[in-house]
């Protein structure tokens, strides 16, 4: 796996330079030889010390992989994200709010996806939030709950990554951490964290990785993964969040792969299936789950039985969330259709 790899290049590196070669033997009288090889065994010792607490570092920042028990069962494995519902979520944040359809809360989306499909996890958007206080936490924990549900991803909005602006990477770290905090509250196994462009700013990979590894380290103390999307074409081409998720090699940095995004900007299939496979070779805990991008006018569709096998293939473990393109379609008769459609790839994967 790419990350244990990665820890062992890490710990390799520190290591560099302890060796295991006997020490050289002069001809000296007894009492140096003896002064010498005291002081060689303190110097050892030192040195062992030395190594041992770097290694201590290196093992608690990279080592330990996410800590969660993933479910078996087909249905137990689905979610429902809250984009598709946008236009009705009454939120502050809510761009997308369509004032002519019936409104709902946060509050009641948990009760409406566990009533209405039968499923129990969902993963909302923070742009849907009534509030991002203690109190409104707490309520939509309590809502959560008495739906028997789990928040098993939260989507954050865009922030700038690869600013050149130092302050502005650091507002970017500052708002990721906010919300892992959220997150721990809501008893959340991971957030997913768009990354904004700069205007006249080409994507970079040292830079994002870079706050992100600030982000993810923080992740890490608290168990919260960080995943990357592959979403806009410009900020976040999956070929790049590889890079950068690659050349950081903290596990709690993890890809999130969608299946129809990378069919933008021109509609090319083949290279949305190469996007998605090395997205799944990186992924933890969350994918989302769509038979189809509308962009501009166009629709691209996509081969969802190709991108299950790509799935089972990868060897992943989580869960499968719903993202249908509601500009296709009623966002509710759509989600129950490609509900039906997920759980019977994922019984054809439990047939021996």
């Not at 390799?12 to 065994?41: C, N, Y």
């Not at 549900?149 to 507002?171: C, I, N, Q, T």
């Not at 509250?185 to 040292?206: E, F, M, T, W, Y």
């Amino acid at each position: 796996m790419i990350f244990k790899e990665t820890r062992r290049q890490s710990v390799g590196a520190v290591t560099a330079g302890i060796t295991s070669d006997p020490l050289p033997i002069h001809r000296t009288s007894h009492r140096m030889q003896a002064a010498r090889d005291i002081s060689s065994r303190r110097e050892f010792l030192r040195t062992a010390a030395l190594a041992s607490a770097t290694l201590g570092i290196v093992h608690e920042l990279f080592a330990s992989e996410p800590r969660i028990e993933f479910p078996t069962k087909p249905r137990d494995r689905l979610a429902v994200t809250s984009w598709p519902f946008r236009a009705f979520l009454d939120a502050p944040g809510n761009s997308a709010r369509n004032k002519s359809k019936d409104g709902m809360a946060l509050i009641d989306f948990p009760g409406m996806i566990a009533s209405r499909f039968g499923v129990h996890n969902i993963n909302p958007l923070s742009a849907h939030f009534g509030s991002g206080d203690a109190w409104y936490i707490d309520k939509l924990r309590s809502a959560v709950e008495k739906a028997g549900s789990h928040l098993v991803d939260l989507g954050l909005s865009g922030r700038a990554f690869y600013h050149p602006a130092p302050e502005k990477r650091a507002e970017a770290v500052a708002y990721g951490k906010r919300w892992i905090d959220i997150a721990v509250s809501l008893g959340c196994p991971s957030v997913r964290q768009h990354i904004s462009g700069a205007p006249g700013v080409k994507a970079d990979v040292n830079l994002t990785a870079e706050s992100l590894g600030e982000l993810a380290a923080y992740g890490a103390k608290r168990n919260v993964v960080v995943n990357l999307e592959n979403d806009s074409p410009f900020s976040e081409d999956p070929f790049f969040l590889m890079a950068v998720i690659d050349k950081l090699g903290n596990p709690y940095l993890r890809g999130l792969p969608d299946f129809a995004n990378s069919m933008r900007p021109d509609g090319d299939a083949e290279r949305n299936y190469k996007a998605v496979a090395g997205m799944f070779q990186r992924a933890f805990n969350m994918c989302h789950v769509k038979e189809a991008y509308a962009d501009d006018g166009r629709t691209y569709k996509v081969d969802l039985a190709r991108l299950f096998t790509i799935a089972h293939s990868s060897g992943y473990r989580g869960y499968f969330s719903m993202e249908v393109d509601s500009v296709l379609g009623d966002p509710y008769e759509s989600t129950l259709k490609l509900i039906q459609q997920t759980l019977s790839y994922l019984n054809l994967e439990k047939r021996p």
